[in-house]
Structure formats: C-alpha cells, structure tokens
C-alpha cells in the first residue's frame, strides 16, 4: 500500500469528520469509551467547530493510502485552549491538535507517516520542538503511541468535558 502526504483543504472537513466517527465506533466496541464516548462527532456542532477553528488556524495534512484518504493531523503553533491553563513553553513550537485514522487502515502506518511528516515540516521551518496532548486514562495506549514515536511526557493535566473529569498528557518531542 503506497501511502503520500498531501496538504488538506476545506473540503476535506467531511473526511476528518468520518475519521473521528470511526475512532469513537473503534474505542466503543473496545470498551474504550472514556476518551471520546459513544457517540458520532460529527453530530456534536461544538467538535465541528473545533475541527473547523483547527483548520483555519493551522495546517492540515492528510495521509492517503492508494489514493483514499486514511488519516489526518491538524497542527497550529499553539495549543488549544483547553490548555490555557500550562505555561507556554518559552520557544516557537508546532503543535499537534489532532490526530485522527479511519480505522480501516490501523496498523499500516498511516498516522506514523503523518507524524514524521509533520516532524519534518516543522524542523524546516526553523521550529524545534514539537508538542501533543491526547487522553491519558484507561490503558494508556495513546500515550505510549505518542512514545514509540519520539515524544517524551511533559505536564498532565485534567479538564472538564461534558460533566465529566478528562485525563489528558501533553508530550514534546525535539525535531
């Protein structure tokens, strides 16, 4: 499977959309629901405008595996702000805001891809250091991806969504 990278566009916002609906479905049948619940995304209008406010905001890239658009990454040169709260780091950075597969395609690389691309984008714009955060409760398996691919943890934190308590890890790696 030949997999490319390619810079996303607007009208790329129902793909994304798709992604995030098909990591909810993956996580429910997992018994994962912590992160994300079990509900469709796209039906949430405050992650649509999130997802519509990343884009606008940052850059987009998409991950293509034979020509079909598998994966997404959203990166800005600031965290969201949900994160408001942490002290900025003290340099330009990039950071990832989102990171999303359509579970079709799990296991052949294509968030990897997207990942070192964005690690690449960033180096040559002069920009060392590269954050994330994602959720860093039940198993821990989101916060180990992030390690296996370079990025180290830095600060936890704990916000409030929907009523209940969101754990979350932000991590950096040095491009």
């Known amino acids: 499977m030949e997999i490319t990278i390619r810079d996303g566009r607007p009208d790329d916002l129902p793909a994304l959309l798709g992604m ?31 997802v519509q406010r990343d884009m606008s905001e940052g850059e987009v890239f998409v991950a293509e595996a034979d020509g079909v658009a598998a994966a997404v990454l959203t990166a800005t040169g600031a965290p969201g702000p949900h994160l408001s709260h942490l002290p900025p780091p003290g340099e330009p950075e990039r950071y990832i805001r989102r990171l999303a597969s359509d579970r079709r395609f799990k ?6 891809a997207l990942l070192a691309h964005v690690a690449e984008v ?10 994330a955060d994602c959720y860093a409760d039940g198993d821990g398996k989101l916060v180990a991806y992030y390690e296996r691919h370079g990025f180290s943890r830095t600060d936890t934190y704990t916000v409030m969504a929907d009523g209940q308590e969101w754990p979350g890890q932000v991590l950096a790696r040095r491009v």
């Open 122 to 131: 960033t180096r040559r714009a002069g920009i060392s250091l590269l954050r």
């Open 20 to 50: 995030l609906d098909s990591c909810v479905e993956w996580l429910a049948a997992e018994g994962r629901t912590g992160q994300w619940g079990t509900k469709p995304l796209s039906r949430n209008p405050r992650t649509v405008e999130s």
């Open 107 to 112: 296991g052949y690389g294509v968030g990897a």
